[in-house]
Nanobody, 126 residues
């Protein structure tokens, strides 16, 4: 009913930049917070950045000043601009939405919580 599709991952040298995109698909009426999380091998998933529908943002300490999250509400898409990349940024990056309101043919609307994308690999070489 709702799907998040990430794109833009890849291999980049240290100091380089990448831009990730997360597009939401479905019969969507409204999206609340969109966010990016990452998980490196052997480590727990950690917050990268989140953005509210109104544009307020939060960042994980390790990416502050280097990464920028943004969103286009009309396109139902969030972006993550990553610059000054370091080898320790290597991870699978996951898109998350905490709450979506979907159009429902029987009830008019329904809520869906905590949706995750399939992840996109980012590898930073030294």
């Amino acid at each position: 009913q709702v799907q998040l599709v990430e794109s833009g991952g890849g291999l980049v040298q240290a100091g380089g930049s990448l831009r990730l995109s997360c597009a939401a698909f479905g019969n969507i009426l409204n999206i609340n917070t969109m966010g990016w999380y990452r998980q490196a091998p052997g480590k727990q998933r950690e917050l990268v950045a989140t953005i509210l529908s109104g544009g307020s943002t939060t960042y994980g300490d390790s990416v502050k000043g280097r990464f920028t999250i943004s969103r286009d509400n009309a396109k139902k898409t969030a972006y993550l601009e990553m610059s000054s990349l370091k080898p320790e940024d290597t991870a699978v990056y996951y898109c998350n939405v905490d709450w979506i309101m979907l159009r429902d043919q029987y009830r008019g609307a329904k809520e869906v919580f905590d949706i995750w994308g399939q992840g996109t690999q980012v590898t930073v070489s030294s």
